[in-house]
């Protein structure tokens, strides 16, 4: 599985957008990009995935560049809920694979 | 649709024993994978069963174990259990952790937090 490099942590004022980076340059024509969130000591939630194009949910968007080497998470409009470390993740389709969460994004949604 | 459930959800044990925990997937998913999470080394894949075989392994020791039911449901257990296995334990499940894209999208429980002393 490709491997993932996010910034360690960001924040952002509540209401306005977050926008979470996510490099995978190593990324193979068949992975697909997966989002998920950790609240803290709650079980991962997922958000969203999307292979190639950009993808678009009730929680949030899935940007992915042309190349598919980054991808960026939007939360439109962050709340003091949406505090959490949020983690990208690659991985193959149709495989065996094990999947690798990386270190992720701990956001801070500050009031 | 109920999600997915584990038990216990803390847990205190002692080292030197062995502790067993449950995890009941999501209805009509066939994939449940365990995953270790622990401050120092983040979320780490444990293995992942699909129709009661384990598919594929992590870099854990054999003290770590597990087996899936013809329902789907999914046991994992850790004998001699040591102090560094003090550890949020998360389980995983998917409709097939083969066909790619929405299918193969795990949804996570709330842990068993297990504490060794």
């Known amino acids: 599985d490709a491997k993932t490099t996010q910034p360690p942590s960001m924040d952002c004022a509540e209401g306005r957008a977050a926008n979470l980076p996510c490099n995978h340059s190593?990324?193979?024509?068949?992975?697909?990009v997966y989002w998920y969130r950790q609240i803290h000591s709650q079980g991962p939630q997922y958000i969203i995935h999307?292979?190639?194009n950009n993808e678009t949910n009730e929680m949030a968007s899935l940007i992915i560049t042309e190349d598919r080497k980054s991808s960026t998470l939007i939360l439109p409009h962050a709340t003091l809920r949406d505090t959490a470390v949020y983690y990208c993740i690659v991985r193959v389709a149709g495989g065996y694979q094990k999947v690798t969460f990386g270190t992720g994004t701990k956001l801070q949604v500050i009031p | 649709k109920a999600g997915v459930t584990q038990t216990p959800r803390y847990l205190i044990k002692t080292r030197g024993q062995q502790v067993t925990l449950s995890c009941s997937p999501i209805?009509?998913?066939?994939?449940v994978s365990w995953y270790q999470q622990t401050p120092g080394q983040g979320l780490q894949f444990l293995f992942e069963y699909f129709s009661e075989t384990q598919r594929n392994k992590g870099n854990f020791p054999g003290r770590f174990s597990g087996r899936q039911f013809s329902n789907s449901r999914s046991e994992m257990n850790v004998s001699t259990l040591e102090l560094g296995d003090s550890a949020l334990y998360l389980c995983?499940?998917?409709?097939?952790?083969?066909?790619?894209?929405?299918?193969?999208?795990?949804?996570f429980g709330p842990g068993t937090r297990l504490l060794v002393l």
């Open positions: 209805s009509g998913h066939r994939s």
């Open positions: 999307g292979l190639k």
């Open positions: 995983a499940s998917s409709l097939d952790f083969r066909q790619g894209g929405f299918q193969e999208t795990q949804y």
């Open positions: 190593t990324i193979s024509g068949n992975e697909y």
